[in-house]
């Protein structure tokens, strides 16, 4: 589904991704661990163009999105991505929050966007909040939005950025139940987390990245069970 080739990014002259290769395929929850600094989220953002590599290719579903004659929006759209802060409007309520992307974008009639976004709120637990504003809700319950508010966009790609890393510890559960969901029901994901136990359970790989490179790949068994590179079993003994 995606293929990233030789990918660089730098800003001025500091290199932050140096070279990554790597091949994701239709199905796969692909989970990526490593220190702070790492380039973890910039590798993330490249694969949606939030940043503009500085070198490389990224093909997606059989195209390159980083020749520039591509049409980037819509490519974004089909690649849904959900952030550590939840960046949810505040002064819409949960419904208009999930419905508006569909809308204004897909050009969905507003009863079948709501239709659906009733839907994914029960599929995330929360039906009885679509009134409800963002401020009354709790950081998970927020979370849970989100990924609600990045399916209704219909990706055939989720893309996580720690997305438990600003909730208090009673919620992290949650949030990480509804991800597990989604795995199982064969969604495509490439996971940002410090979750190890989640990593280990929920991925079908794991890459460390360390320094703007991805070090080490393999299975959950393999990177957590087995770890081959110096700098892997340095960060795990850390975090384990
Ligand atoms: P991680 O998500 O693994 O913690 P990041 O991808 O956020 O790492 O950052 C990797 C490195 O890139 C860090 O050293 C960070 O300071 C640097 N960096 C990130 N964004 C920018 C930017 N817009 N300008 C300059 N340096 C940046
Ligand atoms: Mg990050």
Same mark, same amino acid.
Do not use: W
């Given at each position: ?6 990918? %660089? ?15 994701? /395929? ?10 702070? =600094? ?17 070198? =490389? ?10 020749? /520039? ?16 802060? +939840?960046?949810?409007?505040? %002064? ?18 507003? $009863? &079948? ?56 510890? &009673?919620?992290?559960? $949650? ?8 795995? $199982? ?22 890459? +460390?990245?360390?320094? =703007?490179?991805?070090? $080490? ?6 990177? +957590? ?9 340095? +960060? ?5």
């Amino acid at each position: 589904m995606i293929t990233v080739k030789n990918l %660089h990014k730098s800003y001025g002259k500091l290199d932050i991704l140096k070279g990554i290769d790597l091949e994701i /395929r239709k199905g796969e929850v692909v989970v990526v661990i490593g220190p702070s =600094g790492s380039g973890k989220s910039t590798f993330l953002r490249c694969l949606n163009l939030l940043e503009q590599p500085t070198d =490389g290719v990224i093909e997606f579903e059989g195209e390159s999105i980083t020749d /520039r004659k591509h049409n980037i929006n819509a490519t974004r759209e089909k690649m849904g991505m959900v952030f550590q802060q +939840f960046n949810l409007f505040p %002064h819409k309520n949960v419904l208009r929050n999930i419905t508006l992307a569909p809308i204004k974008v897909k050009k969905q009639k507003p $009863e &079948e966007a709501e239709a659906i976004a009733v839907d994914l709120l029960r599929t995330v637990g929360l039906e009885d909040k679509k009134s409800a504003y963002p401020s009354q809700l709790s950081g998970g319950q927020k979370q849970r939005i989100a990924i609600a508010r990045a399916l209704a966009m219909q990706p055939h790609v989720m893309l996580f950025d720690e997305p438990t890393s600003a909730l208090d510890p &009673e919620m992290v559960g $949650e949030v990480l139940e509804v991800m597990k969901n989604l795995a $199982e029901q064969g969604m495509t994901m490439v996971i940002v987390t410090h979750e190890m136990g989640f990593a280990r359970e929920v991925g079908d790989r794991i890459l +460390f990245m360390d320094g =703007g490179n991805i070090v $080490e790949e393999g299975t959950p068994e393999e990177v +957590f069970g087995s770890p081959k590179h110096p700098r892997t079993q340095d +960060f795990l003994s850390k975090v384990l």
